[in-house]
């Protein structure tokens, strides 16, 4: 997945701990997305960013954080993990906020809470 | 609330078959319209739609757009064991600088 990262592919943790995903990229583009996908919902924004310090809600937003400090850095936070944010995180990015060949998606986080 | 909705969710094939995937959605200011292939890890484009009745190809696979019956098709002819993935659908819509996907369509192929 050229340009785009995301760290760690796999996490296993326990409820009530915080948990953060990364994705980093080298294409400086200036939107970065967090979206979740579980089996018969597709893909779900969760958050996303416009611009450094620039971030907006998505549709499944409650109990996700996010921050960006840098261009090519966008971290999602988990404040106290449930059972219910068991799921594979994907991080996309896009020059022009997905009017032009959409996104470029990272790898994904498969993330496990116990 | 905007919506996208594929179907069917499930569909298996035998090897050589042709598949019809569908894509309906209800959007304010539709601008484009975006189909993606998922095998394991993250989804790859694969089209982009803006204008009904233009057909997109790519060698087996194939798109069109009807914006007045807000639905798009992709098309698969001679399916191979290689075309197995979760084909997904995504809408953009002016104002928004975000796509908005449905469920998603798993399709097996089978030798």
């Known amino acids: 997945d050229a340009g785009i990262t995301q760290s760690p592919r796999h996490k296993v943790t326990e409820t009530g701990t915080p948990v953060t995903l990364r994705c980093h990229q080298t294409?400086?583009?200036?939107?970065m997305y967090w979206y979740r996908q579980d089996p018969g919902h597709g893909l779900r924004l969760i958050h996303y960013?416009?611009?450094?310090?620039?971030?907006d809600k998505g549709e499944v937003s409650d109990g996700y954080s996010v921050s960006r400090s840098k261009t090519e850095d966008f971290l999602l936070t988990l404040e106290s993990a449930t059972s219910s944010q068991t799921s594979v995180y994907f991080c996309?990015?896009?020059?022009?906020?997905?009017?032009?060949?959409?996104?470029?998606f990272g790898s994904g986080t498969r993330l496990t809470v116990v | 609330e905007d919506k996208v909705v594929q179907s069917p969710l499930s569909l298996v094939v035998h090897e050589g078959d042709t598949v019809t995937l569908n894509c309906s959605y209800e959007?304010?200011?539709?601008?484009?319209l975006l189909w993606y292939k998922q095998e394991k890890k993250a989804p790859t484009f694969l089209f982009m739609l803006?204008?009904?009745?233009i057909e997109k190809k790519s060698g087996r696979l194939s798109s069109i757009l009807d914006k007045k019956e807000l639905f798009s098709i992709l098309n698969i002819t001679a399916t191979q064991t290689g075309d197995s993935a979760i084909y997904l659908c995504?809408?953009?819509?002016?104002?928004?600088?975000?796509?908005?996907f449905g469920q998603g369509t798993r399709l097996t192929i089978n030798p």
């Open positions: 803006t204008s009904s009745g």
């Open positions: 995504a809408v953009n819509y002016q104002g928004a600088q975000k796509l908005v």
């Open positions: 294409e400086n583009h200036r939107y």
């Open positions: 960013s416009y611009g450094v310090k620039d971030t």
């Open positions: 959007v304010t200011n539709f601008r484009s």
């Open positions: 996309a990015i896009s020059e022009l906020g997905g009017t032009s060949y959409g996104y470029t």
